[in-house]
């Protein structure tokens, strides 16, 4: 898996290039990043379960037909696939986190998964919802341990980047 720097560094090899001035900037404000990032990925190690409910806890409040039967989370079985799946989304924003890039994402979650999700009858919607809340959740929380909101959009990122990746026309966004 890469990370910013190590892209950074790769395609300035390849041009045969010296990093130049942005290639600079760019490093010194992955290092100025570094301690919120490190803090949001200790934070998500420490509190992932209660995140991923908090988080679930929001969508079905909001949209509890999922829990009635013919909800895509209406049985045991159904309800814990969604649940681990949204760990599983959780799990991957902290790697994106951690490596300052995104775009790790589309291979390791995006790829394929709208497809697969469509070919099981997974509604999209509630899916990136659920995304979007567990990054709500995480920006609060660190909010409240007294992060600033201003920075808050580095980690926000790889949920918009996911959120953004298995969208559709339908979502209902609060």
Do not use: W
Not at 16 to 44: N, P
Not at 90 to 116: H, K, M, P, Q
């Amino acid at each position: 898996m890469r990370d910013a720097i190590g892209g950074l560094i790769g395609r300035y090899d390849q041009l045969g290039r010296y990093l130049d001035r942005s290639a600079i900037d760019s490093i010194e404000k992955y290092l100025d990043e570094s301690s919120l990032r490190i803090q949001a990925v200790e934070l998500i190690n420490r509190e992932a379960a209660e995140i991923v409910r908090e988080a679930s806890q929001r969508l079905f409040r909001d949209e509890p037909e999922l829990l009635l039967p013919g909800g895509n989370a209406y049985t045991t079985r159904r309800l814990a696939a969604c649940l681990r799946d949204m760990d599983y989304f959780l799990r991957y924003a902290s790697y994106a986190l951690v490596a300052a890039d995104s775009t790790i994402l589309n291979e390791r979650v995006l790829n394929g998964l709208d497809d697969t999700y469509k070919s099981l009858g997974v509604p999209t919607g509630p899916t990136v919802r659920s995304i979007i809340l567990l990054g709500e959740v995480i920006v609060e929380r660190l909010q409240a341990a007294g992060v600033e909101s201003a920075r808050l959009a580095v980690v926000a990122a790889p949920f918009d980047h996911m959120a953004r990746g298995l969208a559709e026309t339908n979502v209902r966004q609060r």
